[in-house]
T-cell receptor, first 112, second 112 residues
Framework: SQQGEEDPQALSIQEGENATMNCSYKTSINNLQWYRQNSGRGLVHLILIRSNEREKHSGRLRVTLDTSKKSSSLLITASRAADTASYFCATAPRDNFNKFYFGSGTKLNVKP | DVKVTQSSRYLVKRTGEKVFLECVQDMDHENMFWYRQDPGLGLRLIYFSYDVKMKEKGDIPEGYSVSREKKERFSLILESASTNQTSMYLC???????????FGDGTRLSIL
């Protein structure tokens, strides 16, 4: 399978703490994206990082990409209860970037 | 904002029935996708379409077909529904290539 894998599968933290999720993938990529899914809803795009970028920020989100290790991490700083959701990484392969591969997700629980 | 609308949030059908899941997007996107989401397995790509009347198989196309007669509409067809097709089905669209995908809220399909 070319799917990415997130680690950990589940994460429980207190409000105000930082949350770090990791993603590993197998193929050469055009870009890597992170998505969020609230319970029972569709996915929402959070951030995209291109294969020639190493780090990207958006608000409280920080994404890193290490193409030599085929891995990425998503850091959410100063977490809030509203950040409780599942987070997925998705890779767009270099040889067929119409076709995305999603990981199985990290379930984040932020306790008030 | 892009809106992706799936025709039903919940659907119950019987084994052997032909089932149609409809998806409409309102932003003139080139690409449309159908995924199924099962616990622990993440999102798996069933089919995608990169243009009207054009389609490409994803990772799990068996038992499914698709139709894209108009740019804004992408239909998923279960030819003869079986209980192992009980799942959450998610439709998505993207402008082109490896751009971010916009998701509908999903259809939770139960096959009895």
């Amino acid at each position: 399978s070319q799917q990415g894998e997130e680690d950990p599968q589940a994460l429980s933290i207190q409000e105000g703490e930082n949350a770090t999720m990791n993603c590993s993938y197998k193929t050469s990529i055009n870009n890597l994206q992170w998505y969020r899914q609230n319970s029972g809803r569709g996915l929402v795009h959070l951030i995209l990082i291109r294969s020639n970028e190493r780090e990207k920020h958006s608000g409280r989100l920080r994404v890193t990409l290490d193409t030599s290790k085929k891995s990425s991490s998503l850091l959410i700083t100063a977490s809030r209860a509203a950040d409780t959701a599942s987070y997925f990484c998705a890779t767009a392969p270099r040889d067929n970037f119409n076709k995305f591969y999603f990981g199985s997700g990290t379930k984040l629980n932020v306790k008030p | 904002d892009v809106k992706v609308t799936q025709s039903s949030r919940y659907l119950v059908k019987r084994t052997g029935e032909k089932v149609f899941l409809e998806c409409v997007q309102d932003m003139d996107h080139e690409n449309m996708f159908w995924y199924r989401q099962d616990p622990g397995l993440g999102l798996r790509l069933i089919y995608f379409s990169y243009d009207v009347k054009m389609k490409e198989k994803g990772d799990i196309p068996e038992g499914y077909s698709v139709s894209r007669e108009k740019k804004e509409r992408f239909s998923l067809i279960l030819e003869s529904a079986s209980t192992n097709q009980t799942s959450m089905y998610l439709c998505a669209s993207s402008l082109q290539g490896a751009q971010p995908q916009h998701f509908g809220d999903g259809t939770r399909l139960s096959i009895l």
